[in-house]
């Protein structure tokens, strides 16, 4: 089946570490992007690619990494430097461009305990 | 810069009742208009979208939404609403002619009783 598989489901992370959450499609898609969730507010976007080996910061940029080396896979690397990191984390593809159709993963629930 | 507005953080209905969940966004073109469900813990599903053409939009699991010009809205609404419609429901704006990035809402959370 295609699809958006996103790694771990939970994850726990002390502070001071940085962590990579995996997000892998099958889809042939050619963008990807990750979002951050947090309760009682909509997704904010991180970083998007629209191509391998190219990636664009989103809204809320600072204190993340990405790559794009290969079309199915885009980690996301919450660094040290990111203040708040506890939160949902969502990955998405779409084909093309645009968002119109995009297929979101089951998310990463990251703790800083 | 566009945004979009979920009035309704929570909402609570009957099982059997109609649902009607308000979204207004503030953009200078008509964007492309979205609404996503989300179980928990779960990743978000398209319902529906709407680009341009007839206002009324049908999507899946029996929900429709009406794009008004007029008054920046894009509500989503069903006519009777099943137990398992229960989640957070999300309205999403994108800039026209290039869904490049969604700008979401905050959430509108919907529980429904027996």
């Known amino acids: 089946d295609g699809g958006i598989t996103q790694s771990p489901k939970y994850l726990f992370r002390k502070e001071g570490q940085n962590v990579t959450l995996s997000c892998e499609q099958n889809?042939?898609?050619?963008?990807m992007y990750w979002y951050r969730q947090d309760p009682g507010q909509g997704l904010r976007l991180i970083y998007y690619s629209q191509i391998v080996n190219d990636f664009q910061k989103g809204d809320i940029a600072e204190g993340y990494s990405v790559s794009r080396e290969k079309k199915e896979s885009f980690p996301l690397t919450v660094t040290s430097a990111q203040k708040n990191p506890t939160a949902f984390y969502l990955c998405?593809?779409?084909?093309?461009?645009?968002?119109?159709?995009?297929?979101f993963g089951q998310g990463t629930r990251l703790t800083v305990v | 810069a566009q945004s979009v507005t979920q009035p309704d953080i929570h909402i609570t209905v009957s099982e059997g009742a109609s649902l009607e969940l308000r979204c207004n966004y503030s953009y200078g073109a008509t964007p492309y208009l979205f609404w996503y469900v989300q179980s928990p813990g779960q990743g978000l599903q398209l319902l529906l979208k709407?680009?341009?053409?007839?206002?009324l939009v049908q999507g899946i699991k029996g929900f429709e939404a009406e794009f008004k010009r007029s008054q920046s809205s894009f509500n989503l609404r069903k006519p009777s609403v099943h137990w398992s419609d229960a989640a957070e429901y999300f309205c999403?704006?994108?800039?026209?002619?290039?869904?490049?990035?969604?700008?979401f809402g905050s959430g509108t959370q919907l529980t429904v009783l027996p």
């Open positions: 999403a704006v994108a800039p026209p002619g290039s869904a490049r990035q969604l700008t």
């Open positions: 709407y680009f341009s053409g007839d206002t």
């Open positions: 998405a593809s779409s084909m093309g461009q645009g968002v119109s159709d995009a297929f």
């Open positions: 889809l042939n898609h050619d963008a």
